[in-house]
């Protein structure tokens, strides 16, 4: 093979920092436009999914909003891909931001595990060892003072 055959033998390989196609810039924006659509939906069922309930008092609409979140995102990164990669690194970082923040909008209502943790932390530090009494039990050292259980209202309290 000569060099010209050569040459037009490669000629359909990516050149590494060229787009391989030119960029639709209608395209573009409309797939930054769903996919901003899509993030901001997702925050919005996180938000909601996370001040609704927990899993004790209304486990069918954390499900929900569970299936939910998760589909949107999938549709999300389905649509940033279509992306041009600098736009899509800023709305990824930015998304990731959202649903973070949204999630920290409640305290966690799942579990009640947080409150045990800080308990046992206040023990130990009084110099009581934590496995020695349950929290709940009436006897417990440092229970009036550390608190046993959850706030009321709190999901998981008494459990």
Same mark, same amino acid.
Request: with cysteine; hydrophobic share 40%.
């Given at each position: 093979?000569?060099?010209?055959?050569?040459?037009?033998?490669?000629?359909? %390989?990516?050149?590494?920092?060229?787009?391989?196609?030119?960029?639709?810039?209608?395209?573009?924006?409309?797939? *930054?436009?769903?996919?901003? *659509?899509?993030?901001?939906? %997702?925050?919005?069922? *996180? %938000?909601?999914?996370?001040?609704? &309930?927990?899993?004790?008092?209304?486990? &069918?609409?954390?499900?929900?909003?569970?299936?939910?979140?998760w589909a949107l995102f999938v549709a999300a990164v389905r649509?940033?891909?279509?992306?041009?990669?600098?736009?899509?690194? &800023?709305?990824?970082?930015?998304? /990731?931001?959202?649903?973070?923040?949204?999630? %920290?909008?409640?305290?966690?209502?799942?579990?009640?595990?947080?409150?045990?943790?800080?308990?046992?932390?206040?023990?130990?530090?009084? &110099?009581?060892?934590?496995?020695?009494?349950?929290?709940?039990?009436?006897?417990?050292?440092?229970? /009036?003072?550390?608190?046993?259980?959850?706030?009321?209202?709190r999901a998981g309290a008494g459990d």
């Open positions: 093979m000569n060099d010209t055959a050569a040459t037009r033998h490669r000629s359909h %390989l990516r050149t590494p920092g060229r787009p391989s196609a030119p960029v639709d810039r209608k395209a573009a924006r409309v797939g *930054v436009l769903v996919t901003a *659509v899509l993030l901001t939906a %997702l925050t919005a069922v *996180v %938000l909601a999914t996370v001040r609704a &309930g927990d899993n004790h008092s209304n486990p &069918g609409r954390l499900l929900t909003g569970y299936t939910v979140a649509a940033v891909r279509k992306v041009p990669t600098r736009v899509a690194t &800023g709305l990824v970082l930015t998304g /990731a931001a959202a649903v973070a923040l949204a999630a %920290l909008a409640t305290p966690p209502r799942t579990s009640n595990d947080m409150f045990r943790y800080a308990w046992d932390g206040r023990v130990q530090a009084a &110099g009581i060892s934590p496995y020695a009494h349950p929290p709940a039990a009436p006897n417990s050292p440092g229970c /009036a003072t550390t608190g046993c259980s959850p706030p009321e209202g």
